[in-house]
């Protein structure tokens, strides 16, 4: 199953930018990269997809390289409301089956 | 437009005894999933549905968890009889379903089941 690979923590200052990596190495052509956020309490919330070209909406820019083997997701301006858990996820192939890893724990501080 | 509704939002009872949980996915939405979400883990895909069809229930622990979508809409999910490690968070989820490879799941706020 394709999976993905998140770093367990980060923080990020009020008003920066905050750039949380994944890695999914053995994503397959034609699968999109999904990212989510889980705030404290509540279901996960979609934040934005792409397959290979960069794409930016009202909450997030989505930053894929080349090789489509890892992304990055951008909050250009971080609060302390985008405090939560950040999942990175990709689909099983030919499937509709989301598989989530353990996600980043985004820590925003005042 | 509306989002996945769920209830209870909390549910606490003794182990051996039987709980349901109820969804209401977004309206048209054909596809309805049901996740498990352990304290400090991601969700974990229990069953999906198409319609009133089960698509995927692979991980579903069978001898304990059912769950039905009568008339391709609502869903309640059961478990019967509940162990201690059932204490989860009980996510909905649903999707348009359209055959687009780009189809996202919009999730509903989840119940919270504490099993003593």
């Known amino acids: 199953d394709a999976k993905t690979t998140q770093p367990t923590s980060m923080d990020c200052a009020e008003g920066r930018a905050a750039n949380l990596p994944c890695n999914h190495s053995?994503?397959?052509?034609?699968?999109?990269v999904y990212w989510y956020r889980q705030i404290h309490s509540q279901g996960p919330q979609y934040i934005i997809h792409?397959?290979?070209n960069n794409e930016t909406n009202e909450m997030a820019s989505l930053i894929i390289t080349e090789d489509r083997k890892s992304s990055t997701l951008i909050l250009p301006h971080a609060t302390l409301r985008d405090t939560a858990v950040y999942y990175c996820i990709v689909r099983v192939p030919g499937t509709y089956k989301y598989i989530f890893g353990t996600g980043t724990r985004l820590k925003v501080l005042a | 437009e509306a989002g996945v509704a769920q209830s209870p939002r909390y549910k606490i009872i003794e182990k051996r005894q039987s709980v349901a949980f109820w969804c209401n996915p977004i309206s048209g939405h054909a596809t309805l999933y049901w996740y498990q979400q352990i304290l400090g883990q991601g969700p974990k895909l229990l069953i999906q549905f198409q319609n009133n069809g089960v698509v995927d229930d692979s991980q579903l622990p069978k001898d304990r968890f059912s769950a039905e979508r009568l008339k391709g809409v609502d869903s309640t999910l059961k478990i019967q009889p509940a162990k201690l490690e059932d204490s989860a968070v009980y996510l909905c989820?649903?999707?348009?379903?359209?055959?687009?490879?780009?189809?996202?799941?919009?999730f509903g706020p989840g119940t919270r089941l504490l099993v003593l």
């Open positions: 053995t994503i397959s052509g034609n699968e999109y």
């Open positions: 792409g397959l290979k």
């Open positions: 989820a649903s999707s348009l379903t359209r055959g687009s490879i780009q189809e996202t799941q919009y």
